[in-house]
């Protein structure tokens, strides 16, 4: 059953100013049609900013107290919501019903974490002259735009608006047009918590209009946003001087397996990293680059995993891997397969697409099988560019130098992973690499809640952290410094 939904403006649900719409389609059967949603212009943002900025003044005015019981109400009703929405972002995005479950439940934690940090928001006093005192306030930016991708759309969404309220601030935002429901869903958290209406704005549309309209808009002051490079600079370019930015972007992750690794483990991190979440997070294990002496035999361990993968409809127990998200996406993917076998790479397993299948299941949906690549050429794109789904290609190498060397010599630096139990090189891989998170004996995907997050090179710009640690904040206030005499 679908219905027609609103942007929330004003402090009231209200269809787009233009009256045009989209259509959300469930990924797992395109039949499915989630519900109608306003195809918002640069209108509805001019409205949506308006309404913010009349009303962040008295929030940030009022107490820490006040900010961070909204949060932890939110947290409270999130926490009891969490495995119905978790159902519905699964028929909306398509990950598995246990995927949907650990990210909307980590929603309460993380509003949690952020009601916290607006009790902490202090400043520092400075040594000066006796008739002096001189010290420093931490204030709210103002008008705060977020915009969001589709493959973590409660926890992206949740830990940028969540900082930017705790701070002070009000909120403009724009989720990605693939899972607007799991914005809605989100900003209705809020409100029940006693979030005041116009702190927030929610409007929905396609990132080519409404996000444009956001970076353009001089109303901004500060505008978070993650998602691909493309985008990322695009919104460089455009966005005032005085707007602060903040760019999470892309990555081509690295699995790196010494040659003392543990074989079953090794292939049992690469297969986490690679195929959980189809394949759809920025985070995600893209390449594997495995010591020449163990070359073969994680193929064999891999190529055997991948292929006894449970691949279906995200809703049903035990499916290890649902559709991808949309069509330009399952699209790309199987082009990156051609690509292999172009360039003269090896398709070890997988990279099949599940829809000419007898299997009516995938018949309607955006199903296909994870593939691992072999003897994949030094040159090869599957090697630098993101493709953002279950594909993983191999390459051996000899040495740590030239593990360093091949792990950091893509354009991206989000996560690296590292197989071995020999600390000395744990140590030299973690100062040298050119990544922002760098693991050990664990995926590349998967990251705490409470530590920074960020990459290095165009996975960021690393204007400040995000996520948690002790500059978490510094993004959504500024610091002024008073001087008062006697």
Not at 255 to 270: E, N
Not at 402 to 413: F, K, N, W
Not at 435 to 448: A, C, D, I, R
Request: proline share 4%; net charge negative.
């Amino acid at each position: 059953m679908s219905e027609t939904h609103h942007n929330y403006v004003g402090g009231a649900w209200s269809p787009a100013a233009g009256g045009a719409v989209f259509e959300d389609r469930n990924p797992g059967d395109e039949r499915d049609l989630i519900g109608i949603f306003p195809d918002s212009d640069d209108d509805d943002v001019a409205a949506a900013v308006a309404a913010v900025s009349s009303a962040w003044p008295a929030w940030a005015a009022g107490s820490p107290e006040a900010r961070a019981e909204v949060l932890f109400k939110a947290a409270d009703i999130m926490a009891r919501r969490a495995d119905e929405i978790a159902a519905e972002l699964t028929r909306e995005e398509g990950k598995t019903i246990t995927e949907a479950r650990n990210e909307a439940r980590r929603i309460a934690a993380n509003f949690r974490l952020y009601a916290g940090e607006a009790l902490r928001l202090n400043g520092e006093s400075y040594a000066t002259e006796a008739n002096q005192f001189v010290f420093s306030l931490r204030q709210p930016v103002g008008v705060v735009a977020v915009i969001t991708p589709w493959n973590f759309p409660l926890s992206m969404a949740a830990r940028k608006i969540a900082p930017a309220i705790a701070a002070g601030n009000g909120v403009v935002f724009k989720p990605s047009e693939v899972t607007p429901l799991m914005g809605q869903r989100l900003v209705e958290v809020l409100l029940e918590a006693g979030l005041p209406a116009n702190l927030i704005a929610l409007v929905h549309g396609r990132g080519a209009t409404v996000g444009q309209a956001i970076t353009r808009h001089r109303g901004i002051d500060a505008l978070t946003f993650t998602g691909s490079f493309a985008v990322g600079r695009e919104i460089a370019r455009s966005v005032s001087t005085d707007t602060r930015v903040q760019l999470e972007m892309g990555g081509k992750n690295a699995t790196v397996v010494l040659d003392d690794a543990d074989l079953d483990k090794a292939a049992a991190i690469i297969q986490r990293g690679a195929f959980g979440l189809t394949g759809q997070a920025c985070t995600g294990t893209s390449r594997v680059l495995v010591a020449r002496p163990l070359y073969d035999a994680l193929l064999d361990r891999l190529t055997a995993a991948a292929g006894k993968f449970k691949v279906g409809p995200g809703g049903e127990e035990g499916v290890q891997m649902g559709p991808v998200a949309t069509r330009a996406q399952y699209d790309k993917i199987l082009s990156y397969v051609d690509i292999a076998r172009d360039e003269g790479a090896r398709v070890a397993v997988g990279g099949e697409a599940l829809r000419d299948t007898r299997d009516a299941r995938f018949h309607h949906g955006y199903f296909l099988t994870p593939a691992v690549i072999a003897d994949v050429p030094a040159e090869s794109r599957l090697l630098r560019e993101e493709i953002f789904g279950p594909v993983v290609a191999l390459r051996a190498f000899d040495g740590l130098d030239e593990a360093l060397a091949i792990a950091d010599e893509t354009e991206y630096g989000l996560a690296v992973s590292l197989v071995t139990n020999h600390l000395p090189s744990v140590i030299r891989f973690a100062r040298e690499t050119r990544h922002g998170v760098v693991k050990v004996n664990s995926p590349t995907t998967g990251v705490s809640l409470n530590a920074p997050f960020g990459g290095f090179k165009h996975s960021s710009n690393q204007a400040a952290k995000e996520q948690g640690g002790a500059t978490v904040m510094d993004f959504y206030t500024r610091i002024k410094t008073i001087y008062l005499g006697a």
